[in-house]
């Protein structure tokens, strides 16, 4: 069964076009309680409570351009997400949601490095030998 969603192109009239709709995603009753407890807590970040939602409302059935509408996300990032979701089966939901680790430079400075930067930093120049009665440029 089809779905029609409305597209507006500029300076063209509304017509409606067919959209198939995505298979539900299956979801315990656990996990949709633990996706609701996200949503509805404040202390969560924003990018979390929308993964959620996406989670929450693909559950439903509904077609991904109407769930995109209805969140005001893209749809890629709803096909993103739901492909991330059937991926870890056996996963935690935090798991499932958390971001991906990014590429990157290895870390050169360690936290102990740091620390004893700062500890230096806050070391009274006199106590060093080196008195510093002003700064300069």
């Keep these: 069964m089809l779905g029609l969603v409305s597209v507006v192109i500029p300076s063209l009239e509304v017509f409606p076009m067919p959209v198939a709709p995505a298979p539900a995603l299956a979801?315990?009753?656990?996990?949709?309680?633990?996706?609701?407890?996200?949503?509805?807590?404040?202390?969560?970040?924003?990018?979390?409570?929308?993964?959620?939602r996406i989670i929450y409302k693909s559950g439903t059935g509904l077609p991904i351009m109407e769930i995109a509408c209805e969140l005001e996300v893209a749809p890629n990032t709803m096909r993103q997400w739901r492909r991330r979701w059937e991926s870890m089966p056996g996963a935690e939901i935090a798991q499932r949601l958390a971001d991906r680790p990014r590429s990157g430079a290895p870390v050169r400075i360690t936290p102990e490095q740091i620390c004893q930067i700062l500890a230096l930093a806050c070391e009274v120049s006199a106590s060093r030998g080196r008195p510093i009665t002003h700064w300069t440029q």
């Design 27 to 52: 979801l315990t009753r656990r996990q949709r309680q633990q996706l609701e407890a996200i949503v509805r807590k404040r202390i969560h970040p924003q990018c979390l409570v929308e993964r959620a």
